[in-house]
């Protein structure tokens, strides 16, 4: 895989209160305003939100689908910000731009750094990232 500065890469997700409550409970998070819309109607919500753990894991998922398309990836360190709930009924827009790419002959593949964010339908950014993963070529 070819990679350079300022490649793009992104997909869309289909949110809704099953799924959501069904990675929130798998995940170990027993938080009521992913699951519970009675008890989340009486919080600054309204109505239930995704987990941070779910849409990180979208986030990152994407990564590992992108760049293993004729290719290794794994990743070396991710850091995100949440800026605002993801509802559970939401269409999420998962985005990643290529910011730099960097050789390394001692890791065998290149070095890249990221910067991503989930959009929600507002077209708000959710949640931003940076991250780097380390893309090597197959054997």
């Known amino acids: 895989m070819n990679v350079r500065p300022r490649d793009r890469f992104s997909s869309q997700v289909a949110l809704n209160p099953a ?33 941070g ?33 993801v509802f559970t009924d939401e269409t999420i827009r998962l985005e990643w731009l290529v910011i730099k790419v960097t050789s390394n002959a001692r890791l065998g593949g290149d070095i890249v750094e990221l910067r991503g964010r989930v959009k929600g339908e507002d077209g708000q950014t959710a949640v931003g990232a940076k991250g780097r993963v380390l893309v090597t070529k197959h054997l």
């Open 19 to 51: 799924m959501v409550a069904e990675f929130a409970r798998a995940a170990g998070e027993d938080n009521p305003v992913h699951h519970d819309p009675v008890f989340v109607a009486t919080t600054r919500y309204r109505r239930p939100i995704a987990s």
């Open 53 to 85: 753990a779910h849409t990180t894991a979208l986030l990152l998922g994407l990564t590992a689908a992108h760049f293993s398309k004729g290719s290794s990836m794994v990743g070396l360190e991710f850091w995100v910000r949440f800026r605002r709930a």
